[in-house]
């Protein structure tokens, strides 16, 4: 089959049945967004296939790449496929960036039962907070059972991909202060596996001591995330990451909470969907600047918030029509 000109339809076929350049392809298209994305969306949400995700994030040159390519290795070793998506929310291009990670993983790159792939936000409706969650399931579609995801995380974007997934493991390093940054940034609050990375460095002992000890303010019954020392490079305790990682996701499947997660999630892709719909809308109906003025009136008084957000609706149901 040409894969060139294949139809999503096509492409998706393929790519259930095993053929990882047509899954490759599937992937640009979500990237892209518009009508071809959509229908990647409606046949991928039909599958029943799911995987297990984790997330990987912290901040730049924490060591992501080299333990998410140790950990690929502790994948399989056990025998089982596994995918990786390496996402970028600074870069509007795929690949660019993420090249270095291609050469840490070239060990992997001709092994069958691994699919390495970089995501960037290039057309998909509201960016890469909602293109990843679909790359996910075209993914699961696709028949691997594990997903791991890589987000450089320091901004709001990088923490809600970061939790996009089942399992979300943070990576700090033995720096003054780097336990803090990742409170700051929102990253306790998403945190399932703490991750001390570099633990050949000095201070590993001090990072961690810090970590604990936010720990103990944060109260969530149930799990609390364990601190894993690792020296990625030379393979250091991958072992524990790879068995707290486990841990997570058969705690996550024992008490339910990972349908209520799955569920939350869903919830939350639906409103973001809606909302980037809306804006969208909103921004054809009133056209250039159209806003703007908006935002005017109610700044100087001609208009409140509420008429104003009236305005908006009636423009988009004024128009809906010839675009429905
Ligand atoms: N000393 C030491 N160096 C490490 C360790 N883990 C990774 N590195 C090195 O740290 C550098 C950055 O590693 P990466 O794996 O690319 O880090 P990253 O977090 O993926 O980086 P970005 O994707 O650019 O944010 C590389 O030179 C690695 O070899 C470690 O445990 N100890
Ligand atoms: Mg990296």
Redesign the pocket.
């Known amino acids: 089959m040409t894969l060139r000109h294949s139809s999503p339809t096509e492409l998706y076929a393929a790519a259930s049945d095993g053929d990882r350049r047509a899954l490759a392809r599937l992937l640009s298209l979500v990237e892209r967004g518009g009508a071809p994305s959509r229908q990647v969306a409606a046949l991928a949400y039909r599958s029943a296939r799911e995987a297990a995700t984790v997330g990987i994030t912290?901040a730049?040159?924490?060591?992501?790449?080299?333990?998410v390519d140790r950990l690929v290795a502790a994948v399989r070793a056990e025998g089982g496929d596994v995918g990786v998506l390496a996402v970028d929310p600074s870069s509007p291009f795929s690949g660019g960036a993420i090249l270095?990670?291609r050469v840490?993983m070239q060990e992997h790159a001709l092994d069958e039962g691994v699919f390495i792939r970089s995501m960037a936000s290039r057309g998909h409706l509201g960016g890469l907070a909602l293109a990843v969650p679909e790359a996910l399931r075209v993914l699961a579609a696709a028949g691997l059972p594990l997903v791991l995801v890589?987000t450089?995380g320091v901004g709001q974007v990088e923490v809600e991909v970061a939790s996009a997934t089942d399992t979300t493991v943070v990576?700090v390093n033995p720096r003054w202060g780097d336990a803090i940054q990742a409170n700051k940034a929102g990253l306790l609050e998403v945190a399932d596996v703490f991750v001390v990375?570099?633990?050949?460095?000095p201070g590993a002992a001090e990072t961690r001591r810090d970590l604990e000890q936010m720990l103990d303010l944060s109260v969530d019954a149930g799990w609390r995330p364990p601190v894993v020392q690792?020296?990625?490079?030379s393979d250091d305790g991958i072992d524990v990451l790879w068995g707290e990682i486990r841990r997570h996701q058969a705690h996550l499947a024992a008490d339910g909470t990972l349908e209520r997660r799955r569920r939350d999630r869903l919830a939350r892709e639906f409103r973001a969907v809606l909302s980037a719909r809306l804006a969208r809308d909103a921004e054809h109906a009133l056209g250039e600047g159209g806003l703007g003025a908006l935002v005017d009136d109610v700044v100087e008084h001609r208009l409140d918030p509420y008429a104003a957000a009236d305005e908006v609706i009636s423009a988009i149901t004024r128009r809906s029509p010839d675009h429905a």
Request: charged letters at 25%.
């Open positions: 912290g730049p040159g924490s060591g992501k790449s080299t333990l270095g990670d840490r890589e450089v990576v990375n570099k633990a050949d460095n690792t020296v990625a490079t």
